[in-house]
C-alpha cells in the first residue's frame, strides 16, 4: 500500500452514480447507495485482506470507482 503523500479524505463513487464514498484512511470509509428514492448510509472499517483492497481499488480508480468532489458527497447526506 502506497498512500504516503496521499491527503485525506478521498471521495469516490461508482461508475452508475448508485454509490458514494468518503474514504477517511487507508482502513475506514463511509457509503451512501441510492436506491431508488432511498438512501442507505454505511461506516466501514476494513479488517480482512479483501476489503483493504476495495479501499485501494476505490483510491486507484480501479473497478469501476470513479472521482467525486466533496460537495457531490456532503449534498447527498443532505438531502
Do not use: W
Not at 482502513?27 to 476495495?54: C, D, N, V, W
Amino acid at each position: 500500500m502506497n498512500n504516503k503523500g496521499r491527503d485525506f479524505p478521498q471521495y469516490r463513487k461508482l461508475f452508475n452514480e448508485k454509490a458514494f464514498y468518503k474514504i477517511i484512511d487507508e482502513r475506514h470509509f463511509e457509503e451512501i447507495q441510492l436506491m431508488g428514492s432511498r438512501k442507505m448510509t454505511y461506516a466501514f472499517t476494513a479488517e480482512k485482506y479483501p476489503e483493504i483492497l476495495k479501499i485501494q481499488d476505490m483510491l486507484n480508480l480501479e473497478a469501476g470507482y470513479l472521482e467525486c468532489v466533496p460537495e457531490e458527497y456532503e449534498s447527498l447526506l443532505n438531502d
